[in-house]
């Protein structure tokens, strides 16, 4: 069987694209360059992301844990609505620092697979563009974006039944 005219171009064309060649095929100094920019961009990911991971997560708690403290002292005052409005910011900050170790667990889980892709690279001979984000790194991080919001939603649900409610 042959290959049709579009097949044998797009091989053509895959053969032709550095991210599809192992290291040693390319020359010495795209090696090294490839070696230098990988180790940057696995303790730039790893460094940025625990720290604003950190970051945005002890926004989260402070916002949440206001609220609790804001519920509980307007409580004292008007009891119905704020005890109505203090599960949801307790809940935020619970979901909060959640968020917090789904951070630290995804930023180990993405320096860990970009290590390994780094060294099936650098010493087993796979193509370049092996070093990339998995379908699971991905989902980890959008895991992560989907109880950040939800901790948000959190907080301004409990902040509507104060507002409405007092």
Known sequence: ??????????????????????????????????????????????????????????HFVTINAAGVAGATAISSAFAESAKLATPYFFAGMVVAIFVMILVYVNGIQISRGLIKRYHLVIYSGAPVNTFKFT????????????????????????????????
């Open 1 to 58: 069987m042959t290959a049709s005219p579009n097949t044998a171009s797009r091989d053509t064309a895959q053969a032709a694209d550095p991210l599809n060649l192992s290291l040693a095929a390319l020359p010495l100094e795209a090696q090294e360059n490839f070696r230098r920019e990988a180790q940057k961009i696995q303790d730039v990911i790893f460094t940025r992301t625990m720290d604003s991971g950190f970051e945005l997560i002890k």
């Open 135 to 166: 379908r699971l790194m991905w989902t980890g991080i959008a895991i992560t974006w989907i109880f950040s919001f939800s901790s948000i939603a959190l907080f301004i649900a409990g902040a509507t039944i104060l507002v409405l409610k007092t």
